[in-house]
């Protein structure tokens, strides 16, 4: 008798093992990313200032928002953004994937090369770009030291041109990564298809067009949900960079919600961008969850 049950205890031990280590990570992840997330939107609706206050205001805090120019600006410096980011880093990491997939020499080196910058923290490439743009220290600088003194490149300091130097610090950061997911999506394309399109006469041009770019639909989504999501969430790049200047010019309404809740004390208010933001990743998310689980494997 005493082998079957220490045989039972010993299958219910491998069973209770795993739940228990997992728990604390569950329990946490449950606490403190989905309960701060309601909490997060029970402060939206209401009157919280410096601290969390329990009175409710309704929706007054969203009406106050969307009155608000600053967000305006934040909203729309977003939309410049983003649409450049997302569609400039999945234009560079296609072409660069498809210059690697040619088994070219050296593309063991090449690709930790397109990669590494995604290694670093955003902090660290808006410093890094910072100090590139910088016409006193920077590029400019520079050029005008080997002699070439006619040369400007002031953007960074440019109420209407700042938004673009965060654009181009973000794609080098997020092209390589990009490139990655389209290699794999290459990759993984059946050969046969390409040589059975090659007997059949078709051009390189034809190939790519009507067969392989086709086929990196499932990348192309990846890439465009992954991006969407940073471009909505920046906020340490473009206080490493810019600090949100000049001005309002690069505001986003990541440092829009930091700023209104931990400066200007409008923490109700701070919620309430914080919420549309949350909202804005799941109108991205949901539907492309939604269409990988109704995809037959």
């Given amino acids: ?165 965060v654009v181009i610090a973000a794609v080098w950061q997020s092209s390589g990564f990009v490139m990655a997911m389209f290699l794999a999506g290459l990759r993984g394309i059946d050969n046969e298809i390409l040589k059975a399109a090659q007997m059949d006469g078709a051009s390189n041009w034809n190939l790519y067009r009507r067969i392989i770019i086709p086929q990196l639909r499932p990348a192309f989504l990846s890439a465009f949900v992954i991006l969407a999501h940073l471009a909505v969430k920046s906020y340490d790049l473009v206080i490493a960079l810019t600090g949100g200047g000049p001005g309002r010019a690069t505001e986003l309404p990541a440092t829009f919600m930091y700023s209104y809740t931990f400066t200007r004390n409008e923490m109700g208010v701070g919620a309430a961008s914080a919420v549309i933001m949350l909202m804005t990743i799941a109108a991205i998310m949901i539907p492309y969850l939604y269409a990988e689980l109704k995809e037959p494997k």
């Fill in 1 to 165: 008798m005493a082998r079957p049950v220490q045989s039972d205890l010993r299958t219910r031990l491998q069973e209770w093992i795993p739940k228990i280590v997992l728990a604390p990570s569950v329990a946490s992840m449950l606490i403190f990313v989905y309960g701060f997330i309601v909490f997060t939107g029970y402060l939206s609706f209401t009157n919280s200032r410096i601290l969390p206050s329990f009175d409710l205001v309704g929706w007054h805090n969203y009406w106050r928002l969307f009155q608000l120019p600053t967000w305006t600006i934040a909203v729309q410096n977003l939309a410049i953004f983003a649409s450049l980011y997302i569609a400039i880093c999945i234009a560079i990491g296609l072409t660069l994937a498809i210059f690697l997939d040619q088994k070219i020499r050296g593309e063991g080196m090449l690709r930790p090369i397109f990669l590494y910058p995604m290694a670093l923290s955003f902090i660290v490439t808006g410093t890094a770009w910072k100090w590139l743009l910088d016409p006193g220290i920077g590029i400019e600088h520079t050029l005008h030291l080997w002699g070439w003194e006619s040369f400007h490149f002031g953007w960074i300091k440019s109420s209407s041109m700042a938004i673009y130097t």
